[in-house]
Nanobody, 121 residues
Framework: QVQLVESGGGLVQAGGSLRLSCAAS????????MAWYRQAPGKEREFVAA??????????ADSVKGRFTISIENAYARFAVYLQMNSLEPEDTAVYYC????????????WGQGTQVTVSP
């Protein structure tokens, strides 16, 4: 089992920035990739970004390319993934979920509880 706990959400004006964090614990050895997803009201959950455990491979949804950056920390007994979000738009308003999985193409076996991001016009 992997436990994921997100933090860093909040209310920000359009054009602003937020940094989300997700701390991982438990069966860390089973993790080979981590990712962020989001779900806006009335919409399905969608992929935002993914990163390999070593940090050498990343992928982004077209809607966030150039504005969001995913990074990972996995050394000295600290395991976490981050999402730096810049130039935020009202359309980025959603609950953001952290996920982990056994491969880069399957980064979502385990999920966090989510953190709310609200971008005002």
């Amino acid at each position: 089992q992997v436990q994921l706990v997100e933090s860093g959400g909040g209310l920000v004006q359009a054009g602003g920035s937020l940094r989300l964090s997700c701390a991982a614990s438990g069966s860390i050895a089973n993790i080979n990739a981590m990712a962020w997803y989001r779900q806006a009201p009335g919409k399905e959950r969608e992929f935002v970004a993914a990163i390999s455990w070593g940090g050498t491979r990343t992928d982004y949804a077209d809607s966030v390319k150039g504005r969001f950056t995913i990074s990972i920390e996995n050394a000295y007994a600290r395991f976490a993934v981050y999402l730096q979000m810049n130039s935020l738009e009202p359309e980025d308003t959603a609950v953001y979920y952290c996920a982990s999985g056994p491969s880069f193409t399957q980064p979502s076996d385990y999920w966090g509880q989510g953190t709310q991001v609200t971008v005002s016009p």
